[in-house]
């Protein structure tokens, strides 16, 4: 079946603008994972989605980022008024469940934003 | 706050030779624990996932353990081959379905 989908695969925008990136999880996937990756460094977590809920938004980086899931299925992160440090490979992953320990993460191709 | 770190960071051998990666994590309170490899400009592929009441998971060439009590664990990697080289991430799922990613290993095998 189809994997994880990230889009735009690539998005250029200059500071200031606002940003969407978009996900599309596996089919019959509950749960909902949002990931950034800077250059040189390790994988940020971001944000987690069981269904459309996201039980913690502690770990989105400003109030500048939001994120949204809606019928259970595709994911919106949304980062307003770009800044240069949000430059970043944004990788989004999904799961059967969330709740058991078993679950494997599948991951997308993630999105590469650059901000000028 | 769960800290992950991977030893070594890089790691250089020829082929054929078996290596061991190293993951350690600051808190045990986990749900589990599972190992990745990524690919230059590609996204992440699970290798194998270990549950928090389990010791090791097997799959082809490839064994991880898992010693919750001391917060390691390891990646085995048996007669190792070109498309071997990969960055391997282990990553940890705490509280709030947290998943929190370690520094990573750099390995190349060389032919």
């Known amino acids: 079946g189809a994997g994880v989908s990230q889009s735009p695969s690539n998005k250029v925008t200059e500071k200031g603008k606002d940003v969407e990136l978009r996900c599309d999880p596996i089919?019959?996937?509950?749960?909902l994972y949002w990931y950034r990756q800077s250059l040189g460094q390790g994988l940020e977590f971001l944000i987690y989605?069981?269904?459309?809920?996201?039980?913690?938004k502690s770990g989105l980086p400003s109030d500048r980022f939001s994120a949204e899931r809606t019928g259970g299925s595709v994911s919106t992160l949304t980062i307003q008024r770009t800044q240069q440090e949000d430059s970043a490979v944004y990788l989004c992953?999904?799961?059967?469940?969330?709740?058991?320990?078993?679950?494997?993460?599948?991951f997308g191709p993630g999105t590469r934003l650059t901000v000028l | 706050k769960q800290e992950v770190t991977q030893i070594p960071a890089a790691l250089s051998v020829p082929e054929g030779e078996n290596l061991v990666l190293n993951c350690s994590f600051t808190d045990s309170a986990i749900y589990n624990l599972q190992w990745f490899r990524q690919d230059p400009g590609k996204g992440l592929t699970s290798l194998l996932l270990i549950q928090s009441s389990q010791r090791e998971q097997t799959s082809g060439r490839l064994n991880a353990s898992l010693d919750k009590s001391s917060g390691r664990s390891t990646l085995y990697i048996a007669a190792s081959q070109p498309g071997d080289s990969a960055t391997y991430l282990c990553a940890v799922r705490g509280g709030y379905q947290k998943v929190t990613f370690g520094t990573g290993t750099k390995l190349q095998v060389i032919p």
């Open positions: 989605f069981q269904g459309n809920s996201a039980p913690d």
């Open positions: 089919s019959g996937h509950t749960a």
């Open positions: 992953a999904s799961s059967f469940s969330s709740g058991t320990g078993t679950d494997t993460q599948y």
